[in-house]
């Protein structure tokens, strides 16, 4: 596990490229035969891919939970952007095809990760965050997220927002987890841009071939700075940053919120005159 200690924005506005990407950018997630985590004191939201093969993967506590088992005080959201697999939790077998989603509630002792075919594993991307409460695990199919249709075509922003693990869909502690999908011709994701101070955010950037990648925006509203993502790679996004980001060619992209409420427009818009 990588350990991401928190960065104040006084600070980030001297950091340059290298900088940004070292403290913000997440880019190895998806290794064939691993699991990789990334745990950020950024509210203390766990990142992680895992691309199983020939052999489960298995989800364990380690020192810096300081708990017994992973989910001993945390939950845990699970988007499966690679081919067919499975998730076990106490020996309970969860099927998850692509875009197949799974909420896995506090208190679970046992997860492990499978591929039906190693040869198209899956690619499990997660967010665990701390939790209070034991909620049901839930499985959530792309047609049983929440949809909220976002955007235009003379933007060249129009995009579907699945919210998978979210109150419309199913109980949670804190975690809000969703994937966005652009239409053919938008390239722009969130913009107007906004912050939330009361919630921080990841973003996962996929569904890109190797020629195309998003430019993402972060900083201050009156200190912007960009990172260039890949496909497959996360951004951490503070709640004092902006977060936005506009492509070379449309993509999908997963979010995933922490913080003090689970309210999805609770948001502070950036007028787009405003922004430096």
Known sequence: MEVRYASHYEDVKHYDTTELRKHFLIENLFTP????????????????????????????????????YFLERREMGIINIGGTGIVNLDGERYELNNSDGLYVGMGIKEVSF????????????????????????????????????????????????????????????????????????????TMPCHTHDRRMEVYLYFNMDEDNVVFHFMGTPNETRHIVVKNEQAVISPSWSIHSGVGTKNYTFIWGMVGENQTFTDMDEIPTKDLR
């Open 114 to 189: 499978e591929s039906l075919d190693a040869n198209n594993p899956a690619k499990f991307y997660i967010n665990s965050a701390t939790a209070h409460k034991s909620y049901p695990t839930v499985k959530i199919g792309l047609s049983e997220a929440n949809k909220v249709k976002a955007g235009t075509d003379e933007e060249c922003n129009k995009r579907t927002i699945n919210q998978y693990v979210h109150p419309a869909v199913c109980q949670s502690c804190q975690l809000v987890m969703g994937m966005t999908i652009l239409e053919p011709g938008s390239i722009w994701n």
């Open 33 to 68: 035969g691993k699991l990789y985590m990334v745990y950020s004191h950024v509210d203390r939201i766990i990142v992680a891919g895992a691309v199983p093969t020939d052999k489960p993967l298995y989800l364990e506590a380690s020192k810096e939970l300081g708990s017994n």
